[in-house]
Structures are given as structure tokens and as C-alpha cells.
């Protein structure tokens, strides 16, 4: 898009404006690089002393911050989230799609909306409803009476299977697979019998999905993931998961089948959960957490080592080893010191 004054861009932000607010401002970038016409941020007072070389034509940052600068600047409580919003306004990202194009294949008992732009090679099949305004990248699958809400906007390839509901105002990276079959298998006698997956994926408004991620469909019951959630790549969320409103995901992570993931939760890269479990509301777990059973209380988790040198690390592991020779040795000394009054 073209460019803003920083008035406007001030007044959309409900930011105070020091200086010229007719400078025009035509793209973002950091502190270290900015030029003319960009604007940057100062989130943290720690890097305070760039302002001094910093060549941006404005910068936004906390009051107080803002004392001794001279340059153009927006002052704001929270400076990243200003330049979240200002990345928004000066947003260059293209549509997924425009237009419908002729390669594509939509059957005839699809529903489209008004609007809706459908990129090369899309396979739309039998019953599914595309939302006003939606987005289908090139070399999309969109199965049968599959629905996708209105704003919605899908990268190439993504894979949407059959019943699957994804709500409005969605984001889904390239290479997603939304509701594959979940992992479920009887044995019989050593031979393992397939268990057919009937229910679906539930996905709430405003969910972005990164690139490379899956998300499998429910056993019996659906997969949901309820509103405004963040999921990062290349990860695996598994059958029947629930996951709260609000919470944010980074990537590489594994969710095993059935577990619940209350709201505001925050998940470091990396990390696995068990299935079956339950997180409750408002915790955070560090990246490379593994958690083997429920979380009941708000918080912050972590497990794991911490990266050593390896010659450190092998003595670690080795004294790891011997934990259970180590506990039983110290239960035998406790048990003489008690059997002794001490």
C-alpha cells in the first residue's frame, strides 16, 4: 500500500505524536537499519542508546523512554504491540488468490460467497461452503462439506478434509493438513486393525496455523480448537485434542491424542505433552518441556538439561544412571539413622 503520515498512522493507534506529523512513512523496519521514510520501535530500555544513531524518519517508544530524544516519535504503553499494529497498515503480503481461475475444480454443490478468489489447481469437492471474502492458494484440497469462514485466507497446498469446520478470519500456511485420521488401531493377535476416524476438526475465529502443520481428526468425538489460538510449523496436534481460547503454540511441537489445553497458555517450541492429560488455564511451558501428566495450576514449567559441554554432559548422564542405586542406598542410610533415634 502507499504511504502514511505519521498523523494518521498516530491517530490509528491512539498514540501521541511528537513532532512532524506529516512525514510520510512508507515502511517499518529495526532500530539498527531504518532509514528515511521507515518507522521502528524501541520496546526495551536496555537498547535505549541506539536512539542516538538511529536514522529512522520516526520512532515509537514508552514516554519514558522519550526523554532527551529529539527525533519524530509515537508514544505508546507498549511500543512492540505499536509495531505490530503499524506492520499491519503497511502490510505488502499479497492474496493467496484473485480471482477464480479456470484450472480450478469446484463442484457444482459447493457454496461459494461473495468474493471469493480460488487459486490454480484447486480441488474444491461435494457440499463445502467458502465464506465471503475467502483466500484458496493454489493446489489447495478442500474435501466434501467442508466449511471455511468468511476472511479466511488458505496458502498453496494446504489440505482441508472432508467435514472439517474452519471459522472466519483464519490463517493457514502452506503444506497444513487439517484433519488427517487420527492414530488409532486395535491389535488382533499381532495384526493391527484400523479404526475408522468419525469425527472431525472444529477451528474457532481468528486461528493462525502455521506452514507444515497437522492436525488430525477426531476418533468419535471432534478435535477443537476454539478461538484466536496461535499454532506455529511443523507440528502434530493428534485426535480429540481441545485447545483454549487464546492460547499460543511455537513450533515443532507434539500433542498426543485426547489432551486438553486450557486458555492463555503459552507452549515452548519443541515440546512434547502426553495424551489424555489436562493443562489448565494460564500456564507456560518452557521450550523442550515434556509433559507426562496434568498440569492443575496457572504457571510457568520446565524440564529437560540444559545444554553442557559434552564431557560435563556424559558425566551427567552416567550419575543419572544410578539415581535408583542412589535412592535405595539413601533410604537404607535413613532407615539405620531412624532405627538408631537420630
Same mark, same amino acid.
Given at each position: 500500500?502507499?504511504?502514511?503520515?505519521? /498523523?494518521?498512522?498516530?491517530?490509528?493507534?491512539?498514540?501521541?505524536?511528537? &513532532?512532524?506529523?506529516?512525514?510520510?512513512?512508507? @515502511?517499518? /523496519?529495526?532500530?539498527?537499519?531504518?532509514?528515511?521514510?521507515?518507522?521502528?520501535?524501541?520496546?526495551?530500555?536496555?537498547?535505549?542508546?541506539?536512539?542516538?544513531?538511529?536514522? /529512522?524518519?520516526?520512532?515509537?517508544?514508552?514516554?519514558?523512554?522519550?526523554?532527551?530524544?529529539? !527525533? %519524530?516519535?509515537?508514544?505508546?504503553?507498549?511500543?512492540?504491540?505499536?509495531?505490530?499494529?503499524?506492520?499491519?497498515?503497511?502490510?505488502?503480503?499479497?492474496?493467496?488468490?484473485? +480471482?477464480?481461475?479456470? @484450472?480450478?475444480?469446484? +463442484?457444482?454443490? $459447493?457454496?461459494?460467497? #461473495?468474493?471469493?478468489?480460488?487459486?490454480?489447481?484447486?480441488?474444491? #469437492? $461435494? !457440499?463445502?461452503?467458502?465464506?465471503?471474502?475467502?483466500?484458496?492458494?493454489?493446489?489447495?484440497?478442500?474435501?466434501?462439506?467442508?466449511?471455511?469462514?468468511? !476472511?479466511?485466507?488458505?496458502?498453496? %497446498?494446504?489440505?482441508?478434509?472432508? *467435514?472439517v469446520v474452519l471459522g472466519e478470519q483464519c490463517?493457514?500456511?502452506?503444506?497444513?493438513?487439517?484433519? /488427517?485420521?487420527?492414530?488409532?488401531?486395535?491389535?488382533?493377535? &499381532? #495384526?493391527?486393525?484400523? =479404526?475408522?476416524?468419525?469425527?472431525?476438526?472444529?477451528? !474457532? *475465529?481468528?486461528?493462525?496455523?502455521? $506452514?507444515?502443520?497437522?492436525?488430525?481428526?477426531?476418533?468419535? +468425538? +471432534?478435535t477443537v480448537i476454539e478461538d484466536n489460538v496461535?499454532?506455529? *510449523?511443523?507440528?502434530?496436534? $493428534?485426535? %480429540?485434542?481441545?485447545?483454549?481460547?487464546?492460547?499460543?503454540?511455537?513450533?515443532?511441537?507434539?500433542?498426543?491424542?485426547?489432551?486438553?489445553?486450557?486458555?492463555?497458555? =503459552?507452549?515452548?517450541?519443541?515440546?512434547?505433552?502426553?495424551?489424555?492429560?489436562?493443562?489448565?488455564?494460564g500456564v507456560t511451558i518452557t521450550g523442550m518441556?515434556?509433559?507426562?501428566?496434568?498440569?492443575?495450576?496457572?504457571?510457568?514449567?520446565?524440564?529437560? =538439561?540444559?545444554?553442557?559441554? *559434552?564431557?560435563?554432559?556424559?558425566?551427567?548422564?552416567?550419575?543419572?544412571?544410578?539415581?535408583?542405586?542412589?535412592?535405595?542406598?539413601?533410604?537404607?542410610? #535413613?532407615?539405620?539413622?531412624?532405627?538408631?533415634?537420630?
Amino acid at each position: 500500500m502507499a504511504g502514511m503520515t505519521l /498523523a494518521d498512522i498516530a491517530a490509528k493507534l491512539g498514540a501521541e505524536l511528537r &513532532g512532524d506529523g506529516t512525514v510520510v512513512i512508507e @515502511s517499518i /523496519a529495526g532500530m539498527a537499519t531504518a532509514a528515511k521514510g521507515q518507522i521502528t520501535f524501541l520496546s526495551s530500555s536496555k537498547y535505549r542508546k541506539q536512539l542516538v544513531e538511529c536514522q /529512522a524518519a520516526a520512532v515509537m517508544l514508552k514516554e519514558a523512554d522519550a526523554e532527551g530524544f529529539e !527525533g %519524530n516519535a509515537l508514544l505508546m504503553a507498549d511500543p512492540y504491540l505499536g509495531y505490530a499494529q503499524v506492520a499491519q497498515l503497511l502490510d505488502t503480503t499479497p492474496a493467496s488468490a484473485s +480471482d477464480i481461475a479456470p @484450472s480450478a475444480y469446484v +463442484d457444482p454443490t $459447493a457454496q461459494l460467497g #461473495e468474493n471469493v478468489a480460488i487459486g490454480h489447481n484447486v480441488v474444491i #469437492e $461435494a !457440499g463445502a461452503r467458502i465464506g465471503d471474502n475467502a483466500q484458496i492458494g493454489a493446489g489447495c484440497f478442500i474435501g466434501k462439506n467442508a466449511q471455511i469462514g468468511a !476472511g479466511t485466507k488458505l496458502w498453496a %497446498n494446504v489440505t482441508i478434509y472432508h *467435514n472439517v469446520v474452519l471459522g472466519e478470519q483464519c490463517l493457514v500456511q502452506s503444506g497444513t493438513v487439517i484433519g /488427517a485420521d487420527g492414530f488409532g488401531y486395535a491389535n488382533d493377535k &499381532g #495384526e493391527w486393525v484400523k =479404526i475408522p476416524q468419525l469425527g472431525s476438526v472444529r477451528i !474457532g *475465529n481468528r486461528v493462525e496455523i502455521g $506452514a507444515c502443520t497437522t492436525i488430525d481428526r477426531g476418533a468419535l +468425538d +471432534d478435535t477443537v480448537i476454539e478461538d484466536n489460538v496461535i499454532i506455529d *510449523n511443523q507440528m502434530q496436534i $493428534a485426535h %480429540n485434542v481441545q485447545i483454549g481460547y487464546g492460547t499460543a503454540m511455537a513450533g515443532g511441537t507434539i500433542v498426543a491424542g485426547s489432551t486438553k489445553i486450557g486458555k492463555y497458555c =503459552i507452549i515452548g517450541g519443541a515440546s512434547v505433552l502426553n495424551g489424555h492429560i489436562e493443562i489448565a488455564d494460564g500456564v507456560t511451558i518452557t521450550g523442550m518441556g515434556m509433559v507426562m501428566r496434568s498440569i492443575e495450576e496457572k504457571g510457568m514449567y520446565s524440564s529437560g =538439561i540444559p545444554l553442557q559441554p *559434552n564431557k560435563e554432559w556424559r558425566k551427567t548422564a552416567a550419575r543419572t544412571m544410578k539415581i535408583d542405586e542412589m535412592n535405595k542406598r539413601l533410604k537404607a542410610v #535413613e532407615k539405620q539413622l531412624a532405627a538408631k533415634g537420630e
